[in-house]
């Protein structure tokens, strides 16, 4: 019976002991270990990645793993995409226990309309010009927004502009203008005004792979299509 009492008593110290010791080493690893960041943004309905899955919108807990880095960054259309790393490495500053996130509005997109004219051909039907009267308002309309004519034919109708470079904070934007004749009997021509944005700041105009077709017009080119529709008929 002693025997027996004191195998129970044995045991029963060897559990607290481990239980100790395991809530010591929990303590630890919680205090060396991982560390979370209360993460708010001050435009509530933005979009947080984390590593590049989405987590939610406008707060979340950012987890940080012991000798690790994670990226979070914060989107929203018409601000400044926010980009914020947050490390857990011996010899490195520490995450915060929170972190606030004030968007800043998009210069680029504050400068822009959207529009469903940008990139497509839009037909002109001169029924009341000559060719030559055509061609000499389209040209006047054409220098009136961007300055310099990178090739001009007015025997076979073509005129293209050079691009006209815009630099942002987060993003850089190209435009031209191409006017092509595609029919003498009617006189039709059509205009395109190509928008492309590379989604970087100070892009070169030559680097052709960074930039995409973008579906808005900055402001200053935005009046150029209606104006060809009411003045070349």
Do not use: H
Request: charge should be positive.
């Amino acid at each position: 019976m002693k025997k027996n009492i004191l195998f129970l008593f044995m045991l029963v110290s060897m559990l607290t002991i481990n239980a100790v010791e395991n809530d010591v080493k929990n303590a630890k690893e919680s205090f060396f270990g991982k560390k979370k960041v209360e993460l708010g943004v001050s435009e509530s309905d933005a979009e947080i990645f984390i590593n590049g899955k989405l987590v939610g919108k406008g707060t979340t807990i950012v987890t940080v793993p012991k000798g690790d880095c994670v990226m979070v960054i914060v989107k929203k259309v018409g601000y400044l995409t926010e980009r914020i790393e947050f490390c857990n490495k011996k010899n490195m500053t520490k995450p915060p226990k929170s972190y606030y996130v004030e968007m800043k509005r998009d210069d680029a997109y504050d400068a822009s309309v959207q529009t469903d004219i940008a990139n497509i051909d839009i037909e002109l039907k001169c029924e009341r010009l000559s060719k030559d009267k055509a061609w000499k308002l389209i040209n006047q309309i054409v220098l009136t927004y961007i300055d310099v004519i990178e090739m001009t034919d007015k025997e076979t109708g073509y005129l293209r502009t050079a691009w006209s470079l815009k630099s942002f904070i987060q993003n850089t934007v190209r435009t031209r203008m191409i006017v092509k004749e595609s029919s003498s009997e009617p006189l039709i021509f059509k205009v395109k005004l190509i928008s492309e944005s590379s989604g970087l700041p100070l892009t070169s105009v030559k680097s052709d792979e960074l930039y995409k077709e973008w579906d808005r017009v900055l402001r200053s080119y935005s009046d150029v299509i209606s104006e060809f529709q009411a003045r070349v008929k």
